[in-house]
Every structure is written in structure tokens, then in C-alpha cells.
């Protein structure tokens, strides 16, 4: 038995600590064997000999009391394929009272990655009472963290090594390398997670709201632009034209609301009436308008030839000698 563990450990327990490799034997192959067995056995062939570092003194947070007080969301970029496929991060969603988890991978951590896991989030459990994000800029701007920051950190990091040991080493074990795999593997690694890992909270009691009827909650999670009308009926938005094609009888929109969701579709609004556009490939110059006066400043002076009769023409010497006589009295003066 103890050549067969060891032979399994090393095909496909290999790094495992001998807790979790433990539970793997036991899930997998029907092996039962305990803990401190197996880390002596792994130690005498020389496949194990890690130690636990004393963490000193730490100052703890207190939890908070009820199921959904406190989502602390954080997200986790880690080598999560261990180069079988593209780095993604895991956007999670950690009960503070409870430490239950819910999670979900993503290609980047950003502003629609975040409105995507909490719609999911939402729709799953209810809203929760607060959110608690870290430093990265698309939740706040960057400023030295609080302590309250550092003690929710510390929390938030304890499971992310947790996930960044066991849920690596799950995935590896099932050969999973691309996104898609691993958000459905989640939908069973979760609960498994959970039922080992949570705590039960201080009160019973569930402080996740529903959400109210008659609330949107798309046209609350996406992005939201406004955008001035030009005379031919056209916005600009993200360097692309869009054309409005028909607006509701009575109203002459000057500005109006552009809606990306999170889907990535648009929606063009005015004071809670959706627009029909299109998209425009080219857009033609718009034409301005110029007042009268700007149009006679534009237009060139006219300059006669030199054998132009008006250039020919001689006054009267009277008339002339009258005009002479103007000029010098002028001058005196």
C-alpha cells in the first residue's frame, strides 16, 4: 500500500501537501490513509519537507455578525493553468461573517468584469449590505491603504493561497486549460470549498436584500456616457458614429444617455425613452452654418483692371478745385 501511495502521489499528487493529498487519494482512488502517515512516508523518499512559518503576532478584525453584512470583492491574477493556458483572474466575492466564496474568472480586472460578477453575484444570493474593495483603481482611487484596509487584505489573501494551492491543483488534475472550463468547473468546486472552509456566523440570521421589483438592474451595472446631438441626428462615442434613426413623437433631444452593458450591447436613452440608431461606417462632413455677415466678410473684393473705364474717368476741374480747397482748409485747422 505504501508503494502504490507513493507511485500515485508521485503521477498525479506531485506538490500536494500531505493534507490535501490525503483527501485526493480518498476522493480518487479509494485510498485511506492518514495525514501524518503519508507525510512521514512522502518525507522518507524526500517529497516533502516543508515546515509552517510562524506568522507572529497579528492583529485580527473582528467579523461582521449576519450572512451578507460584509462582501469583501478582490480580484486574483495568478497563473491559474500553470502555462496549459492564458493567465485570467478570479474575481471573488468573500462573505466577511462567513468567509463563503463565490468567484469567477475573468481575461482582465476591470469595470466590466467587476459589474458582471456582482450582477452574477446578486441574482445568486441577494445584495449584500456593504462591498468591500481593494486599492485597484477601477472600485476607488489609489490613496494609503487604512489599517481596516490591511486587516480586510490579510483576510482576502488567506483564501486566494488557499484557492491559489488547491483550486491550481483540482484543474491540473482535470486538465483544464481554457476559461470557459474553468467557470463551469466552478459551479462544483465552490460548494465543495464552501463546506469546508466557511464558519458559521455570529447571528443566523440572512442580511442579503432581494432585488426590488420593477428594477432594471442592466441599466444600473454598465457604463453610462452622455452625449451631444448634432444637427444631422448623430453621436460620437469610443471614436465610432451612430446615426438615430427615430425618436418618440413630441421630443428634440439636444444631449442623450449612451448605455454599454455588460453583454457589450448599446443602448441610446433620453429621459427614459430608448432610441432606434445604427451604426454609421462613414459619416460625411456635417455642414456649418454661416451668418450673413461672415458670408459677405467671405466674399473677395472686387478689383477693376487698369483699363477699366472707372479707372479713366476725371472729375470736372471745378469740382476738383473745390475738393483742394477742403483739403487745405482741413490741414489748417
Keep these: 500500500m505504501k508503494d502504490r501511495v507513493i507511485s500515485l502521489y508521485k503521477d498525479k499528487y506531485n506538490g500536494f501537501g500531505p493534507t490535501f493529498a490525503t483527501e485526493k487519494l480518498l476522493e480518487r482512488d479509494k485510498i485511506q490513509v492518514s ?3 503519508l507525510r ?27 450572512y451578507g453584512d460584509m462582501v469583501i470583492l478582490n480580484g486574483s491574477h495568478h497563473d491559474w493553468f500553470e502555462g496549459r493556458g492564458p493567465k485570467l483572474v478570479l474575481m471573488a466575492y468573500i462573505d466577511d461573517a462567513t468567509s463563503k466564496l463565490y468567484g469567477r474568472f475573468y481575461d482582465y480586472e476591470g469595470t466590466i468584469p467587476a459589474m ?8 445568486k444570493y441577494g445584495i449584500p449590505q456593504s462591498i468591500y474593495t481593494d486599492r485597484h483603481t477601477t472600485y476607488k482611487s489609489p490613496k494609503k491603504a487604512t489599517i481596516e484596509d490591511e486587516l480586510a487584505k490579510g483576510r482576502v489573501e488567506r483564501v ?6 488547491r483550486l491550481v491543483k483540482e ?3 482535470r486538465n483544464i486549460k481554457t476559461k470557459d472550463e474553468a467557470n463551469r468547473y466552478l459551479r462544483y ?3 465543495e470549498h464552501n463546506k469546508r472552509f466557511t464558519v458559521p456566523p455570529f447571528n443566523r440570521s440572512n442580511a442579503h436584500r432581494r432585488i426590488p421589483e420593477g428594477i432594471d438592474i442592466d441599466t444600473i451595472l454598465c457604463i453610462r456616457e452622455k452625449r451631444t446631438i448634432r444637427r444631422d441626428w448623430t453621436i460620437r462615442y469610443n471614436n465610432r458614429f451612430y446615426q438615430i434613426t427615430k425618436v418618440p413623437g413630441g421630443l428634440k433631444p439636444k444631449y442623450v444617455w449612451v448605455e454599454e452593458r455588460v453583454n457589450g450591447k448599446k443602448f441610446i436613452s433620453y429621459k427614459g425613452f430608448y ?4 451604426e454609421i461606417e462613414v459619416r460625411l462632413p456635417e455642414k456649418k452654418r454661416v451668418s450673413k455677415r461672415k458670408r459677405v466678410a467671405l466674399k473677395k ?3 477693376p483692371p487698369k483699363d477699366h473705364p472707372w479707372r479713366s474717368f476725371k472729375l470736372p476741374s471745378a469740382v476738383m478745385k473745390e475738393r483742394n480747397r477742403q483739403k487745405k482748409e482741413v490741414q489748417k485747422r
Design 35 to 37: 495525514r501524518e502517515t
Design 40 to 66: 512521514q512516508w512522502l518525507k522518507e523518499k524526500g517529497l516533502w519537507d516543508r515546515h509552517r512559518k510562524s506568522r507572529g503576532h497579528q492583529k485580527n478584525r473582528p467579523r461582521k455578525e449576519c
Design 116 to 123: 458582471d460578477s456582482f450582477k452574477r453575484y446578486i441574482k
Design 160 to 165: 486566494f493561497n488557499t484557492l491559489q494551492d
Design 171 to 173: 484543474m491540473r488534475l
Design 189 to 191: 468546486y465552490l460548494p
Design 275 to 278: 432610441l432606434s440608431f445604427k
Design 301 to 303: 473684393k472686387y478689383i
